[in-house]
């Protein structure tokens, strides 16, 4: 009990030494862990964004400069790894045994290490110049609002108080089942992979990574981790966050590169599992190149059912401006069609939205860049569309004006295109209607009361199952529609969204035995640790046994 005592007391006087060493930092640009002055990112003081492999920062002789989204001014310097240079990284993942770094039979103090780091991690993102440095950070590199980026930043923090202390080794609770006789019993435990690989988007520079990343580290896995060259610095500044609340310097591996070198790291260091996110197209790629050893969380056309009761009407419109114009749409839970049952046509529901969206306005950055397409390349999917008979520009349609966004993004207004049921469902014009744009963009239709078969087979040829709302409060309908469906992040009710998911659920797809989870216990052990079943069977042998016959 003494022995008990003093260890606590030692780790409460550890943490108040780290409290006290933080508490220190008297500004935003004097925390300890941080590199960069979030705000005074410029072209004439450049960030510097490094690699981290076997434990050590380096540099690289090439040097991508990343724009600024708002103005093209360059301002972030990336320390690129090219194809000769990725021999360290291959050796530092092939160091790692398919073991792992820790199991429930190896190293078990780690998992309460983690629950410790994960602890510091998260008072330390409550701390609110934490939070708003990497609130802003956030809006730098991916502009959106500040309450957005904050909602980011909020759900990470949550996502690490959900995860600190025992809740580590609790992902790891392995199972026992009696068995045939004396000294038999099978044991169930889940099992890291060992060396695995972590790809990540820009559209959440830190909630995306971070939680997969932390995912991977709790269940015993050496993961490296590569970010979007646009966004790598937020998890650059969050990696070294955790090294001051004592993550060790080696058991990360970050890197920033281009695809082409990225996939061929991934072939030489052959990582037991990658976890990507983002297009479909490279998602089928990475399934090809790497045998199925991968888990996805691709590309979402996801869509919203407005059921025959009418309620809320200025509500229902907030959360649709919202689901579909929030960070510019560029969300993989984005509102990309709304299917609007022929009730909701006799109200003002359009042209709420329609307001709605029109008070988004670049200055605040409610609507600001798309850094995957250009603006161009949007109003041609739109005139596409409207070369679809019946189809009409419900608003926007028109590029941002008063702007310095380079050319090499997007920057239209949000806008939303009709296009009737009948002709969605034409061979000729499905594969056109339900194509993402990653931007402020959605198609919105309208069905009638006996056409919701024509709608849940638009649903069924879809490809990509994320997200979903139905907005209804008519059981009947909900036990219909979310019985004929798929989508694996569903919400259903006349407050139903398709963007938001906060840490407290499982956000992924369905449909596809490849598809990863994030953010809960269930997502962790699906998608970085596998079964494993230990059988032991110590005897005693039965007294007078012999040799039976041969079988």
Not at 273 to 294: C, N, P, Q, W, Y
Not at 533 to 545: A, C, N, S, T
């Amino acid at each position: 009990m003494m022995y008990g005592f003093l260890v606590c007391r030692a780790s409460q006087k550890a943490t108040r030494n780290w409290l006290s060493s933080f508490n220190l930092s008297r500004s935003v640009h004097s925390l300890p862990f941080a590199t960069v002055d979030a705000e005074g990112i410029s072209g004439s003081q450049p960030a510097k964004v490094h690699n981290l492999v076997q434990g050590k920062w380096i540099g690289s002789s090439t040097w991508n400069t990343i724009v600024d989204p708002l103005n093209g001014e360059p301002f972030i310097k990336i320390a690129e790894v090219d194809e000769t240079g990725t021999q360290p990284f291959v050796e530092s993942l092939s160091k790692c045994p398919k073991h792992g770094l820790h199991n429930p039979f190896k190293s078990p103090e780690r998992y309460l290490l983690y629950g410790d780091i994960t602890a510091k991690a998260a008072h330390m993102l409550a701390v609110p110049k934490v939070s708003d440095f990497f609130t802003r950070l956030i809006q730098r590199v991916a502009p959106k609002s500040y309450q957005q980026a904050l909602g980011e930043v909020q759900v990470t923090q949550k996502f690490l108080e959900n995860f600190s202390g025992d809740q580590v080794r609790f992902l790891a609770r392995s199972f026992a089942v009696p068995g045939n006789h004396l000294g038999q019993q099978s044991h169930g435990f889940r099992w890291p992979y060992g060396p695995v690989a972590i790809i990540t988007p820009f559209n959440f520079p830190l909630e995306i990574p971070l939680l997969q990343l932390m995912g991977a580290l709790y269940m015993g896995n050496k993961p490296i981790l590569k970010v979007d060259s646009k966004v790598c610095i937020v998890m650059e500044q969050m990696i070294r966050l955790l090294h001051h609340c004592g993550m060790p310097l080696s058991d990360v591996d970050f890197i920033n590169s281009d695809g082409k070198t990225m996939n061929k790291l991934l072939l030489e260091a052959n990582p037991q599992m990658t976890l990507f996110t983002g297009s479909s197209k490279v998602a089928e790629k990475l399934a090809v190149d790497l045998k199925g050893r991968i888990k996805l969380e691709d590309a979402g056309f996801d869509w919203k059912i407005l059921g025959p009761d009418v309620n809320e009407v200025d509500y229902i419109a907030w959360v649709c401006d919202q689901d579909a114009y929030a960070c510019s749409g560029q969300k993989c839970s984005a509102q990309s069609i709304l299917f609007m049952h022929e009730n909701w046509s006799a109200t003002s529901l359009i042209s709420k939205m329609k307001d709605l969206a029109e008070r988004r306005k670049l200055e605040d950055l409610t609507i600001g860049p798309v850094l995957t397409l250009t603006t161009e390349a949007m109003l041609d999917h739109m005139n596409k569309l409207l070369q679809i008979p019946g189809s009409k520009l419900l608003f926007g349609g028109k590029p941002l004006e008063n702007h310095s966004i380079p050319s090499i993004y997007g920057a239209l207004k949000p806008t939303a295109i009709y296009v009737p049921l009948e002709e969605i469902l034409r061979a000729k014009n499905y594969e056109l209607v339900t194509r993402e744009i990653f931007g402020p963009f959605q198609v919105i239709t309208e069905y009638k009361k006996d056409q919701l078969p024509m709608v849940l087979d638009a649903l069924e040829r879809m490809h990509a199952h994320l997200t979903a709302a139905v907005v209804s409060n008519d059981v009947l309908f909900l036990q219909e529609v979310i019985g004929k469906t798929v989508n694996g992040t569903t919400y259903a009710g006349l407050r139903a969204r398709t963007t938001g998911a906060p840490q407290n659920h499982w956000f992924g797809p369905a449909g596809d035995p490849r598809g990863a989870g994030i953010g809960t216990p269930e997502a962790i052990k699906l998608v970085w640790s596998c079964h494993r079943e230990v059988i032991y069977d110590f005897g005693p042998l039965p007294k007078l046994w012999e040799i039976p016959p041969s079988t």
